[in-house]
C-alpha cells in the first residue's frame, strides 16, 4: 500500500514539477515570489492543517471534491488515492525544489548555442536544458518518494487509517504503538523507513554531486 501510493504521488508531482521549477527558474513576472511561496506552503504548515484543507476541497461535500463525484463519480477522501493525492501535496515542494536549483545551475548560454545550431525552445530543453538537469530531476524524486512514504499527518487527516485501504507504513506504526505487544512491529517498520530514508538522502546527494560534476564539464 505505501509503495502504490508513493509512486502514483511521485508520478503525479513530476510534470506539474518540472513546469513550475522551469517557470520560477527561467521567467520574471509578476507575483513570482508569492507563487513561489504558496507552492512551497506544505513544507511550514503542520501536515494536519494540509490534511484538513485537502479534507475541506476534495472531500464529499467540498468544491472540488463534489464536482468529482457528481461528475465523474470520483471520491478521494478515504481512499487509498486520497492518500496519494495527500502525499503529492506534501512532497511537491521537496521535488520541485530540487528540479528548479537543477535547473538554475544550467548556463543559458548552452541553451542559446543550441538556437544558434537550429533547435527551438522544445528541442533545447529536451536536447540541453533536461540532460543536464537530470541527476538534480532525479533528486527531487527521490526526496518527493521518501516523503510521500514516510508522510503520516497529511493522510490520516484527509483518509483516516483505514487497514487494507489508506494504512501505510507511517499510520500502521502509529497503530501498533497504541495496542498492547505491538512494540515488535512498530520497531520492525521503524527500521524500514529509517532505512528508506536514508537511502533516499545517500541517492540524493550522490545525484547532486553527479550533477555538479556534469554541469562543470559542460561548461568547460
Not at 515570489?33 to 513544507?43: G, I, N, S
Request: charged share 10%; glycine share 8%.
Amino acid at each position: 500500500m505505501s509503495l502504490r501510493i508513493a509512486c502514483l504521488a511521485t508520478a503525479f508531482c513530476l510534470p506539474v514539477a518540472m513546469a513550475f521549477a522551469y517557470l520560477l527558474a527561467r521567467y520574471q513576472f509578476p507575483g513570482k515570489a508569492l507563487v513561489d511561496a504558496v507552492l512551497h506552503l506544505p513544507l511550514v504548515l503542520p501536515p494536519v492543517v494540509t490534511g484538513y484543507v485537502l479534507l475541506l476541497a476534495f472531500g464529499k461535500r467540498g468544491p472540488i471534491g463534489s464536482f468529482l463525484f457528481d461528475t465523474f463519480g470520483i471520491n478521494l477522501s478515504f481512499r487509498w488515492t486520497g492518500a496519494a493525492l495527500a502525499c503529492a501535496v506534501m512532497g511537491f515542494p521537496l521535488m520541485l525544489r530540487a528540479i528548479r536549483l537543477s535547473f538554475e545551475s544550467v548556463d543559458q548560454r548552452l541553451e542559446a548555442a543550441a538556437g544558434t545550431l537550429g533547435a527551438n525552445g522544445v528541442w533545447a530543453f529536451f536536447l540541453v536544458t533536461l540532460p543536464l538537469a537530470l541527476p538534480g530531476v532525479l533528486a527531487g524524486v527521490v526526496l518527493c518518494f521518501a516523503k510521500a512514504l514516510g508522510e503520516f499527518g497529511a493522510t490520516i487527516t484527509f483518509v483516516s487509517n483505514i487497514p487494507g485501504e489508506t494504512r501505510t507504513i507511517s499510520a500502521a506504526i502509529y497503530s501498533y504503538t497504541q495496542v498492547p505487544g505491538g512494540d515488535e512491529a512498530a520497531i520492525r517498520l521503524m527500521l524500514v523507513s529509517t532505512a528508506i530514508a536514508l537511502a533516499a538522502m545517500v541517492v540524493s546527494e550522490a545525484l547532486n554531486r553527479r550533477m555538479q560534476r556534469r554541469v562543470a564539464v559542460f561548461e568547460s
